[in-house]
């Protein structure tokens, strides 16, 4: 026995652990229709990443930068299939080289305060994609050298520091931090949590760190003890909550750690593809059909983007590491 139940080969000999048929194996490409759909969708509303765009309607955010640097990690997976010249991506690209050379971002990297990984980051993502910014990325250096924000230091939380890390050796930056994999420990995955007693953000970190320890899916992770079913237990019960975004990114983990199939992620995988909107997006949490359906022109438009678009991207990486994994 291991994990959180007895191997399957024991399912119907133990008392508590039933056997039932089979379900069908996922047609491999049922995600297909999800992606695309998504894709094209992200690319008609592309204009509402802009900052300018999302501040006339939405509400203001903490990291205003947050929806660029989210679609860029997008892109980065794209990268690795069909789409990987699909004009989403140049899109993408020119949105965030003109947020990333302007002088109010090399201001606020300087600081060195709680968002410099984050920045840091897309910093880094743009050189991974090919189109570095060294203005930028000499002040990353500059921030580093100096100590600004003292980021070395112990008393920032483990997932901080893994989340720079990452940032660091995505960009290829010097750091005195440990490596990814050394920090991964430190974190909610090393502490072997309960998925019964998780909040919805402990829950965000341990799919944050399942993605930094693999770069999504690019290399493997460190067997961890119990992670495969916890993550597996964790999509369940976000499936039966019907809560697309974060059953989302635990889709996406299961790729990272395991991607043969089981009866959760194939259900997991159906849900998906039927909780899209006609028009190829995913809604989020926050989305209510009824509140939609009172808005018209672009007021309807912003709230199917702030209350969609960051589901709708966590569907599209999902589904398109589960097309790279099928063409291995």
């Known amino acids: 026995m291991h994990g959180l139940h007895p191997g399957e080969e024991l399912r119907g000999q133990i008392g508590g652990f039933p056997k039932w048929p089979q379900g069908p194996r996922i047609d491999a490409d049922l995600d297909a229709p999800v992606l ?21 309607f939405l509400p203001a955010r903490q990291f205003p930068e947050g929806t660029v640097l989210e679609l860029l990690v997008l892109c980065r997976i794209l990268r690795r299939g069909r789409f990987r010249d699909h004009p989403l991506i140049s899109g993408a690209i020119e949105l965030a080289l003109t947020l990333v050379a302007s002088e109010p971002f090399r201001a606020d990297i300087g600081r060195g305060d709680e968002k410099f990984p984050y920045r840091t980051y897309l910093v880094a993502l743009l050189a ?5 910014v060294p ?3 000499d002040r990353v250096h500059t921030v580093l050298a100096t100590g600004c924000g003292a980021w070395m230091g112990g008393w920032h939380t483990p997932l901080a520091r893994l989340e720079l890390q990452y940032a660091l050796e995505l960009g290829g930056f010097v750091s005195a931090l440990p490596p990814v994999n050394a920090l991964v420990g430190q974190t909610i995955v090393g502490a072997a949590p309960d998925p019964l007693y998780v909040r919805d953000d402990e829950v965000y970190a341990l799919t944050h760190v399942v993605f930094y320890a693999t770069d999504f899916a690019a290399r493997p992770m460190s067997d961890e003890p119990g992670l495969v079913d916890t993550v597996r237990t964790l999509l369940g019960m976000y499936l039966a909550l019907g ?14 750690i395991r991607s043969d199939d089981c009866a959760i992620t194939t259900h997991g995988w159906r849900a998906l593809a039927r909780h899209r909107r006609a028009d190829g997006s995913v809604p989020g949490p926050l989305y209510d059909p009824a509140r ?22 966590v569907a599209a990486m999902a589904a398109a590491e589960r097309e790279h994994h099928h063409a291995r």
């Open 135 to 137: 203005s930028a990325a």
């Open 292 to 313: 939609w359906s009172t808005l018209h022109g672009e007021l309807a438009e912003a709230y199917a983007f702030g209350t969609c678009h960051h589901t709708t991207m």
């Open 36 to 56: 695309g759909a998504a894709i094209e969708w992200l690319t008609a509303n592309l204009r509402w990443f802009d900052r300018e765009q999302w501040d006339r």
């Open 243 to 256: 809560n697309m975004d974060l059953a989302g990114e635990l889709l996406l983990c299961t790729l990272t």
């Open 128 to 132: 991974d994609l090919g189109y570095p």
